[in-house]
Structures are given as C-alpha cells and as structure tokens.
Antibody, heavy 125, light 109 residues
C-alpha cells in the first residue's frame, strides 16, 4: 500500500530570511521516480490550498502565487523523498502541510490519489 | 486563482441522495476535465473520491458519482450512510496549478 510520511513541521519565526523550515515526505510502495508530487496545505479550520508541484524527474516545478519566490519544492529520487523549503515565512503560512502523489505518471494531471497524514507548521514569534 | 464556489453545508437523511455543486469559471472547471473530489473526515487526510469529473478510483462505492455542465461540477452521493458525514472538496486544474473549492460540510441527519 502506498505510504507517504511527512516530517519537519514545527514552530518557525515569521519573516526572518535566516529562518527557514524544510519539510520532508518519505514515500514507499510505489515507483516514486515515475510520478509528480505535490504539497497541499490546510490552515486551521480552513479549506485545502494547493501549494506546489514537482514533476517526476524534477525538471519542472510550479507554485501557487501565495508562495512563489518564498517556497522551494525539490525531490531526491535516490531517497524516495520529497521536500518543501519554506523561506520568509508569514503568519498565514500556518497550516497542516500534506504531501500528495499525482494520479498520473510522467507529467501531472493535478489529481491526488494518495496523501500523507500531514505535518503542522506554525509561524509565530 | 480564486477558489471554486461550493455550498458551505448540505444535509440529508440516511438512504437519501444529495448533490454538492462546485462552480468555477471558463478558465478552470469549464475548460478542463481535470476535476476531482475529496472526502475529509475530521483530523484525517483527504481521500480521492472522483477524478476526471466522473471516474471512481478502484474499490470506491458506486454510491458516489460526478458530473459537469459548463463551469459547474457536481458530486452526488446516493443512499446516504452515516459514515458519509464529512467535508467534501472539489478541485480543478487551472493552467500550471490547481484550485480547490472552499469545502462543503455534509451532515447525515
């Protein structure tokens, strides 16, 4: 059964460029290097928000306008691991961050067939 | 990328059918058949229920069905069961990104 396990959440101070947080998502039980991977977040008590996509081979990356220029998605196919680096965090970045597998192999069809359990990021001083 | 529009809540009795609408624009729902629906129980991760407007993942109950007309997609749940009580989100491709609806809380009375 496909497994996605996020880690790295915690409390980070807002706005300071030297402060960043890196989330990880360990994947197993599927051919990781064949699928695009996404980050989706959910602020407390709010709805889902798509954050970023990285193609199966890492060649293409796409971001929501709300995080463009501040967050970086990456992957290490040798380790079956997805990452999200969060720089210059803001209070409105506080959310549970889920990694999600794209349903389609190769590029992306922006449909998420497996999700991790999520990791909570709190941006607060 | 504005969120897709869903009703905040719907309700139904066991055995009844309900439909949740998801209204977008000609730039998202109206232009692509990449509409999906997710079920989320409190404190849990979302679960894919419908993809490509009307297709069900393997093993999912055929009580769940999807459709689309113009800029509006719909999720129908027939034969409501108590375990269907959850939040439901639609999602559409929107050109190098995805946009979700605000979510609909389904209450099974």
């Amino acid at each position: 059964q496909v497994q996605l396990v996020e880690s790295g959440g915690g409390v980070v101070q807002p706005g300071r460029s030297l402060r960043s947080l890196r989330l990880s998502c360990a994947a197993s039980e599927f051919t990781f290097n064949s699928y695009g991977m996404h980050w989706v977040r959910q602020a407390p008590g709010k709805g889902l928000e798509w954050v970023a996509l990285i193609w199966y081979d890492g060649t293409n990356k796409y971001y929501a306008d709300s995080v463009k220029g501040r967050f970086t998605i990456s992957r290490d196919n040798s380790k079956n691991t997805l990452y999200l680096e969060m720089n210059s965090p803001r209070a409105d970045d506080t959310a549970v961050y889920y990694c999600a597998k794209d349903r389609c192999s190769g590029g992306s069809c922006y449909q998420f067939d497996y999700w991790g359990q999520g990791t909570l990021v709190t941006v607060s001083s | 990328q504005s969120a897709l529009t869903q009703p905040a809540s719907v309700s139904g009795s066991p055995g009844q059918s309900i439909t949740i609408s998801c209204t977008g624009t000609s730039s998202d729902v109206g232009s692509y058949n990449l509409v999906s629906w997710y079920q989320q129980h409190p404190g849990k991760a979302p679960k894919l229920m419908i993809y490509e407007v009307s297709k069900r993942p393997s093993g999912l109950s055929n009580r769940f069905s999807g459709s689309k007309s113009g800029n509006t997609a719909s999720l129908t749940i027939s034969g409501l069961q108590t375990e269907d009580e959850a939040d439901y989100y639609c999602c559409s491709y929107v050109g190098s990104g995805a946009v979700f609806g605000g979510g609909t809380k389904l209450t099974v009375l």
